[in-house]
């Protein structure tokens, strides 16, 4: 059975922050806003992509997914994913829209957006998460999927299906995941202005909750102000819960290495983005500098080449590619084997709030044998999906309905 | 005297080419675009800047543009100017625009051309082309244009004024550049889908016209082809010409290290954009392997930080920074900077066609004791400048109007 992409429609959907929420020491006045793609098929069913963005220029991508998304129309769903790493690819190289980028920034944003909507219809037209989706492939499916230009160097196809057949046989050994659910992390207890006493509070009540991990956000004008705050956390739980500092991209490298050291004694599992995005060489000099405590980096990476660069510098221990920022669930997954191949686990930043990225844990727990840690967890937007993501003491229940979890309410 | 910004208008310019213009082997079929800024000031002056697009898309780094700019409206273009290096960080850092980049994409071009349209305005309302506004700067000044966050740990503010005071002594002996001009290099005669008669001739017709350098366009699908054509060149001219082969992105690392090779007879001054330009150790590989022919790149490297960590892993030779790619006049000059340190050549790609990098030129020679090399000339806009670049016997004729000869016909 066929199902035509019929047309195609896009969402700019912004929505509300309680004061705040989602602000870090960089992003100091967030909205949260999504660029959707809808793609409406022949049969009436509507998949269903988005990107985050932090509100004004939202609408640049949705324009962007417009101009890109339009060959799209008359393609039937299977037989785009069945070699989606060449759809990718041509979209990725429009020969006008490509000085865009190339393969970053608005352009790129676009391309996640439409690509994240490509695999949650082909989910639907299947009648099965996406995890299962996933799962239910063979291995040259899988590949197909991926476009795995400019890697050359470190991942070909063959070695990209190699990687993935060596962990095949023992899938079932990890399955367990699919019945306890994925463990999560709070992000949203320690918001850069949220006072001493909210952040110790919001803590406890995280904690009660389920929750064994949690994440400050630091990079004050102060650096005192932090180390004092990752003790408050470390003092106000127990020495199992594990905390992270998140930088926002805030410091130089010469005040990262410095100020990390300052946090020796808080018990930090990592620091996150502790400079620019760009800087590979700069995150590799810091984490050289500052172990044992190790570096988290990717939501600000925009793609499959940016990531090699970090893995073959030893710059990043763990690998938060976001599916809302790469070239969505097709680059997410080129990524993952990239860090498989450098023993690195993926623990995605979430601009979906982890809706999609619960799937794609799953499936990268089970089938890649990626290390079991923990997925980003942020409420705030939970009342407006279809189907939020239902995490109770501190797991991410396995979500059973087809699809992506990426439906928006009207 | 004050100059207010009384208000800033956008402009979609786009030109159409004649068959076989500007065609490489990655963009088959461009148009050239400009974004254009117009900074409107109190006493009836404009500023222009702009950058290059290939056409669609174009109307979305307009939007960026309105979106940035407007917080200049109000300002007094010196008071702009005398600290431009913390107004150019507030801008890149604008606290939602920052997400959609950060500092790439869509909103840095943006940001590019509304930084070459405070340079141009500036020239102009202190009646002199830029080339001289720059030249008359004390150092202080200079230093002050400069966004140099997150280059702390290689150019600090103190290094940066170090490193133009040192030149400052012997500037008056390379003065003369500014009676005899500056030379250019033709990249025109060479596109991708020119027939080997046509580039023969064109070759000849230019070096006729007094050029004594020339580009062509390779990355075939079959590379003999593009080693055919090189030493077509190569025997039509003079062996004192030099010949600079562009890949434009499309080779694989090891496809780069191995086309290369096969190039060793053609007697090459550089091999342009050998890989994708966000790989940064793909490009250390290759200069590596493939030397004595040197790598030319940065047409695709977005921003200073980028620049970094190419100069620092030796991945390039030739610093090709283009002031339509980075975030304008302003961070050009810091990317100069960053080569000079590490006596690296800046030749620039020229989305501007030469207008605005001439005046760039002739500063970065006499200010900075730039190698004097030669400047891409690409002619096919240049009907539709107020100004356009008077290149005569292969030379950019200084230009002498008050500006940065950014000015198009209505």
């Not at 110790?200 to 650096?223: C, E, H, M, T, Y």
């Amino acid at each position: 059975m066929t199902h035509f992409i019929s047309h195609i429609t896009t969402r700019d959907a912004r929505f509300a922050l309680k004061p705040g929420e989602g602000v870090d020491a960089v992003h100091r006045d967030p909205q949260y806003a999504y660029a959707v793609t809808r793609l409406h098929a022949s049969n009436g069913m509507t998949g269903t992509g988005f990107v985050l963005t932090l509100g004004p220029g939202n609408n640049l991508v949705n324009q962007a997914i417009e101009m890109l998304a339009a060959s799209l129309v008359g393609r039937d769903i299977e037989e785009l994913m069945a070699s989606f790493g060449a759809v990718q690819r041509s979209l990725a190289d429009h020969p006008q829209l490509r000085w865009l980028g190339p393969h970053k920034g608005v352009v790129h944003l676009a391309l996640a957006s439409i690509t994240n909507a490509c695999f949650d219809l082909w989910a639907k037209v299947r009648g099965v998460p996406l995890w299962r989706l996933l799962l239910d492939l063979d291995t040259a499916a899988l590949v197909a999927l991926l476009d795995l230009s400019y890697l050359e160097d470190v991942l070909t196809q063959e070695a990209a299906a190699r990687l993935i057949e060596q962990h095949r046989d023992t899938r079932s050994s990890r399955e367990f995941i699919l019945a306890s659910g994925y463990p999560g992390y709070d992000t949203s207890i320690g918001w850069f202005g949220y006072s001493d006493e909210r952040l110790v509070a919001n803590a406890k009540d995280a904690i009660s909750r389920g929750f064994l991990a949690l994440k400050l956000k630091v990079g004050s004008d102060d650096p005192a102000r932090d180390v004092r705050r990752a003790h408050l956390l470390r003092q106000a739980v127990d020495s199992n819960v594990r905390l992270m500092i998140d930088v926002n991209q805030q410091w130089t490298v010469p005040q990262a290495i410095m100020n990390c050291r300052e946090f020796a004694d808080a018990g930090l599992y990592w620091v996150e983005e502790p400079t620019h995005p760009d800087d590979v060489l700069g995150h590799a000099a810091i984490a050289q500098a500052i172990l044992p405590l190790r570096v988290a980096t990717g939501e600000h990476v925009a793609n499959r080449v940016a990531f090699k660069n970090y893995i073959q510098t030893g710059a990043v221990h763990f690998v938060q590619v976001d599916c809302t920022r790469v070239a969505g669930i097709s680059e997410f997954l080129t990524v993952a084997l990239l860090a498989k191949q450098a023993k690195l686990p993926v623990v995605p930043h979430v601009g979906d709030m982890g809706q999609v990225h619960q799937h794609l844990m799953l499936f990268l727990h089970i089938a890649l044998e990626n290390e079991l840690t923990f997925l980003e967890h942020i409420p705030h937007l939970r009342e407006f999906f279809v189907h939020p993501a239902d995490v109770r003491d501190g797991i991410y229940a396995t979500p059973q309905h087809p699809g992506a979890s990426a439906d928006l309410l009207e």
